[in-house]
T-cell receptor
Framework: DVKVTQSSRYLVKRTGEKVFLECVQDMDHENMFWYRQDPGLGLRLIYFSYDVKMKEKGDIPEGYSVSREKKERFSLILESASTNQTSMYLCASSFTRPPLHFGNGTRLTVT | DQQVKQNSPSLSVQEGRISILNCDYT??????FLWYKKYPAEGPTFLISISSIKDKNEDGRFTVFLNKSAKHLSLHIVPSQPGDSAVYFCAASPNYGGATNKLIFGTGTLLAVQP
């Protein structure tokens, strides 16, 4: 079974803090993704990576950056957290084609 | 600009009856479609998919239909069970250049199956 593990289930951060969300997959997948889920908006792609040190912007990259130093690990960074980044963050991984396999999500609250 | 649309935010069905969830898309470059199921406080789980070269795919109680001319797909669940109560997301994958592995998601439909 594919395992995508997100390091935190719940996080509470203050406005302006630098926030790191970590994700690890154990299936040797080439691709890794960060989505956010908001009510009424579905899942929106923030960034994805198709190889180590490679990344591409998704639909809503503003305010975020990513890091992929090892194949199994993909980090999402909020450089200066803002209240509009309060959301459910979902990491996923896949081979070259779908389906994507998701982690259980990190519920981030920025106060 | 919402390329994948699920116009029904919610659906309520009696146990044992058929559930039909609908999805429309606008981009003719989409060539692969998927349905995901999501329970609260969990990540989405892959349910079933269909390639654009097919018009139907079945897996047990779940069937996905694709109408390319109408840019419409639907998920049928027969018979519906209370454990099917969840949010269902439709997703599409474009086939152009290096973007073959991205998924574009709809906004989701909350299915409630009443015992």
């Amino acid at each position: 079974d594919v395992k995508v593990t997100q390091s935190s289930r719940y996080l509470v951060k203050r406005t302006g803090e630098k926030v790191f969300l970590e994700c690890v997959q154990d299936m040797d997948h080439e691709n890794m993704f960060w989505y956010r889920q908001d009510p009424g908006l579905g899942l929106r792609l923030i960034y994805f990576s198709y190889d180590v040190k490679m990344k591409e912007k998704g639909d809503i990259p503003e305010g975020y950056s990513v890091s992929r130093e090892k194949k199994e690990r993909f980090s999402l960074i909020l450089e200066s957290a803002s209240t509009n980044q309060t959301s459910m963050y979902l990491c996923a991984s896949s081979f070259t084609r779908p389906p994507l396999h998701f982690g259980n999500g990190t519920r981030l609250t920025v106060t | 600009d919402q390329q994948v649309k699920q116009n029904s935010p919610s659906l309520s069905v009696q146990e044992g009856r058929i559930s039909i969830l609908n999805c429309d898309y606008t981009n003719s470059m989409f060539d692969y479609f998927l349905w995901y199921k999501k329970y609260p406080a969990e990540g989405p789980t892959f349910l079933i998919s269909i390639s654009s070269i097919k018009d139907k795919n079945e897996d047990g109680r779940f069937t996905v239909f694709l109408n390319k001319s109408a840019k419409h797909l639907s998920l049928h669940i027969v018979p519906s069970q209370p454990g099917d109560s969840a949010v269902y997301f439709c997703a599409a994958s474009p086939n152009y250049g290096g973007a073959t592995n991205k998924l574009i998601f709809g906004t989701g439909t909350l299915l409630a199956v009443q015992p």
